[in-house]
């Protein structure tokens, strides 16, 4: 599992390279204005709901003792909540968007690497990427909250948020992984056996949405993400289902 990790956070590099050698920089586009829009909508509601959150959360405290203490882990749990929440809801907004684009640079990217031609650009083919997409963001939305509000609720547990923090980032590495492995599967297999393919390669999964997380966290860095990720977990796939 660690090599596959490696393997999937060193594919990075090799997905710059194939970006200036094949000049794939115009499927960065959609993706990077989609970002931008959703980001941005995306920050103004963080910042007008935690506040409210935390407010609401404190007055669940009915009484005088400790309040001041209930009310700042009130505001601290929420401004993390909302944020977390926030968090995947937009990352999984941008995966089901631009999805269909990232199909396509993902299919370039294999045809270069097996040495074929590529397909023509396909309406239908398109409108089922898009479909796809929207299908496996909310199977993956559903999970990865799920396991977000488990481990923030433990995390009110003292002693046990140095562990939850860390357990959250790698459940949200790993899902975002898990996304973007499908841009490479969807021509291969179904749903079903394109979920099976990722429980098994976790370590690719973790490996490749670890370094999107961090692009994603990065100032300029959200804007490439996710065709840097397409196609790094594409040169990976490839390797795994020649």
């Not at 935390?54 to 882990?73: E, M, T, Y």
């Not at 999984?92 to 199909?103: D, K, R, T, Y």
Request: charged content about 15%.
């Amino acid at each position: 599992m660690i090599g596959a990790f490696l393997a999937g956070a060193s594919a990075y590099g090799r997905a710059v390279q194939l970006c200036f050698k094949y000049r794939l920089w115009i499927y960065f586009l959609a993706p990077a204005l989609i970002s931008i829009l959703l980001g941005g909508g995306m920050l103004y509601g963080v910042w007008m709901v935690s506040d409210d959150l935390g407010a609401w959360l404190s007055g669940f405290w009915p009484f005088q003792w400790g309040s001041k203490w209930i009310d700042n882990v009130a505001q601290v749990f929420g401004g993390l909540a909302v944020g977390a929440f926030g968090f995947i809801i937009f990352r999984n907004l941008v995966l089901a968007l631009a999805g269909p684009f990232m199909s396509l640079l993902s299919e370039r990217v294999e045809h270069h690497l097996r040495g074929e031609k590529s397909a023509p650009f396909s309406m239908s083919g398109f409108l089922s990427d898009l479909l796809r997409g929207i299908r496996i963001s909310i199977r993956l939305i559903v999970r990865e909250l799920f396991f977000t509000v488990l481990l923030l609720l433990l995390g009110l547990i003292p002693g046990l948020a140095m562990l939850t923090t860390p357990m959250i980032f790698i459940v949200q590495a790993y899902y975002a992984g898990a996304g973007n492995l499908d841009f490479a599967l969807e021509r291969h297999f179904r749903v079903r056996d394109s979920v099976r393919f990722v429980r098994q390669n976790r370590g690719l999964a973790i490996g490749n949405g670890t370094v999107y997380l961090l692009l994603l966290l990065s100032v300029v860095g959200f804007i490439v993400a996710l065709p840097l990720a397409t196609i790094a977990v594409t040169v990976e796939t490839v390797k795994r289902i020649k």
